[in-house]
């Protein structure tokens, strides 16, 4: 009697060991380990011990055949477009990540709709939510009329069998993968392995009838797509769904694309009425700023090959601890040490006891070293007191020399500057092109820019207390 071996597989990175550990020895995750059936992996022999199949012959293809272009269906959400690369792609699978109540389901029931009112069928599975429910959310958005086909359902086999039948569905909604399970995986629902092969039997079906599928994924606390990190690297796209829970703006973010980019975004309202796309999001991040305040500057950004203009706020306040606090909503926490040591070491500006907070105004987030003018320009201003002028954008790369230096695309942020009537404009030294209408001050470094912005401080009056000065 051979006896029963155990494997415990990591929730986390899908590593498999014969033994319990409190700690992955793959990822070094603590706590991951959960015991799952034997062989409980893709492709694994169905329960039962039935013989596996003998292997059948199949065709080659030369690579010199006809290169045809991936054919896409625009959804009909010129922001979801966008960020996909143009539309589905047959046969392709989309991971869509997020927190809960972000809006996926939404976004994806005005998608299906979208697209089924465009003659095209598309079907909506949940595995959470019941058909009513599904039903009466979308009749809410006002999107009663659209031939969507809804089930509730969660057995992948079931499913594909469903949707193997008529005409194959362009687009196929998976609402989420966490709640699906198939019956060649032994394991609970949710654990990694079944997962995992719920989402390698979808796939299948997709590359095999040429439906698009779209995999909802659940996120961790710590941001990651719940289970399985393997999911993915299966499917062909992921796309992440981020947004501050007090704001209404959405924004969709590539983080994989095999078939377009993935620097775009698209950007959303959530409103009454569902997901409305915000065509010009300068217009949406500026809406409420602040005119005339110390600490807030305006950056000229490209997300993608879309300029963005967002407001920067930063607050510098003398600190009653022995450690001063930095910390930074929208942008990377190294960038800002990175400015404040820069300005300390070359502008004479003493941090030191100082907290800072930055944050990046609407719930964006920025991932451009373009954006550190702006950032030195906003914690100047509040270390002086002193507001920038309310017209006037930023931008420019902060070397640890206190060089700026010239960023891409400078003539499109100008231009976006322009269109939204800014008045100036402070870049990098050789920007200069597309000035149009624009005042343009070209800094060559950081000190002139805190010079600057210590003259605005003086003449205002206000408590000089920018920079200490070594000599006096
Ligand atoms: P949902 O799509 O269910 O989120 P997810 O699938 O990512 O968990 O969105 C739920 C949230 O969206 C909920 O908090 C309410 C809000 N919402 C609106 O503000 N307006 C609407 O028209 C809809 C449908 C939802
Ligand atoms: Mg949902």
């Not at 095999?208 to 062909?236: F, N, Y």
């Not at 706020?313 to 022995?322: E, R």
């Not at 891409?408 to 597309?434: C, Y």
Request: hydrophobic share 45%; charged share 20%; with cysteine.
């Amino acid at each position: 009697m051979s006896k029963r071996h155990q494997t415990f597989v990591c929730q986390n990175c899908g590593a498999a060991t014969g033994r319990w550990q409190g700690k992955c020895e793959a990822c070094g995750e603590w706590n991951t380990m959960v015991e799952e059936s034997p062989d409980a992996g893709v492709g694994a022999r169905p329960l039962g011990g039935r013989a596996p199949r003998k292997g059948r012959a199949f065709a080659l293809e030369p690579m010199t055949g006809e290169a045809h272009e991936a054919p896409r269906l625009p959804s009909g959400l010129a922001e979801l477009d966008r960020v996909t690369g143009g539309g589905f792609v047959r046969g392709s699978v989309l991971l869509l990540g997020g927190d809960p109540g972000i809006g996926k389901s939404t976004l994806l029931i005005q998608a299906a709709a979208a697209l089924a009112n465009g003659g095209h069928r598309a079907v909506y599975i949940s595995g959470e939510e019941a058909v009513a429910q599904v039903r009466m959310r979308a009749e809410r958005l006002g999107l009663g009329g659209a031939k969507v086909e809804l089930a509730a359902e969660t057995a992948v086999e079931d499913i594909v069998a469903t949707l193997s039948e008529g005409k194959t569905p362009r687009l196929v909604v998976i609402d989420s993968i966490q709640t699906m399970w198939t019956d060649l995986v032994d394991s609970a629902p949710g654990t990694v392995t079944q997962v995992r092969g719920s989402a390698q039997a979808l796939i299948r079906f997709a590359k095999r009838s040429g439906a698009a599928i779209i995999l909802v994924g659940h996120v961790t606390k710590d941001g990651q797509i719940a289970g399985p990190r393997v999911v993915e690297h299966m499917v062909d796209a992921v796309l992440s769904f981020e947004g501050e829970g007090s704001h209404q703006f959405r924004i969709l973010r590539a983080v994989k694309n095999r078939f377009g980019p993935t620097d775009e975004i698209g950007v959303f309202e959530m409103t009454g009425l569902g997901l409305r796309e915000v065509a010009n999001p300068s217009e949406l991040f500026l809406s409420e700023r602040d005119l005339g305040s110390p600490g807030t500057a305006v950056f000229a950004g490209i997300e993608g090959t879309r300029p963005l203009l967002v407001e920067i706020q930063a607050l510098v306040a003398p600190t009653s601890l022995g450690t001063p606090r930095r910390a930074v909503v929208g942008w990377d926490q190294n960038r800002l040490a990175m400015v404040l040591a820069v300005l300390e070491a070359h502008c004479g500006v003493k941090l030191g006891g100082h907290d800072v907070y930055l944050n990046v105004a609407g719930g964006l987030r920025i991932v451009e070293p373009a954006a550190d003018l702006a950032a030195a320009a906003a914690l100047v201003s509040s270390l002086a007191n002193a507001p920038l002028p309310p017209d006037a954008v930023y931008f420019g790369e902060i070397s640890l020399s206190g060089a700026v230096r010239p960023v891409a695309q400078a003539a499109a942020r100008l231009k976006e500057a322009q269109k939204l009537g800014f008045g100036r404009a402070v870049v990098p030294d050789g920007s200069r092109e597309g000035d149009g209408g624009l005042a343009v001050n070209a800094v060559e470094n950081l000190v002139s820019l805190v010079s600057e912005i210590a003259a605005r401080a003086d003449k205002g009056s206000r408590r000089p207390r920018l920079v200490e000065r070594e000599d006096g």
